[in-house]
Nanobody, 119 residues
Framework: QLQLVESGGGLVQPGGSLRLSCAASGFPLDYSAIGWFRQAPGKERERVSCISSLGGSTYYADSVKGRFTISRDNAKKTVYLQMNSLKPEDTAVYYC????????????WGQGTQVTVSS
């Protein structure tokens, strides 16, 4: 059974960078699209980015386009989210999730990693 574990969150100043990792275990990652989502306190969960199973297609929310980059290394069973030029409004718990395609539904979720952007 596929399991996902996020890592790489933390506290960063505005304008800084973080790289989140989503490590898979229990099942090959090759057949899954992986999405990154975030949820801030009092707000609805937002899909931030998604990458298709072979990495040929990517999706970004308008709020992160040009600042975030999603990538994957299927050999390492890991998907990355490089976050640059971070803003306080990027503060949230970030989750990765798996689906057969980026349109969903996302059936397997990680436990989340906290990202806080603050001076």
């Amino acid at each position: 059974q596929l399991q996902l574990v996020e890592s790489g969150g933390g506290l960063v100043q505005p304008g800084g960078s973080l790289r989140l990792s989503c490590a898979a275990s229990g099942f090959p990652l090759d057949y899954s699209a992986i999405g990154w989502f975030r949820q801030a306190p009092g707000k609805e969960r937002e899909r931030v980015s998604c990458i298709s199973s072979l990495g040929g297609s990517t999706y970004y929310a308008d709020s992160v386009k040009g600042r975030f980059t999603i990538s994957r290394d299927n050999a390492k069973k890991t998907v990355y989210l490089q976050m640059n030029s971070l803003k306080p409004e990027d503060t949230a718990v970030y989750y990765c999730a798996a689906a057969s395609r980026c349109s969903g539904p996302f059936g397997v979720w990680g436990q989340g990693t906290q990202v806080t952007v603050s001076s």
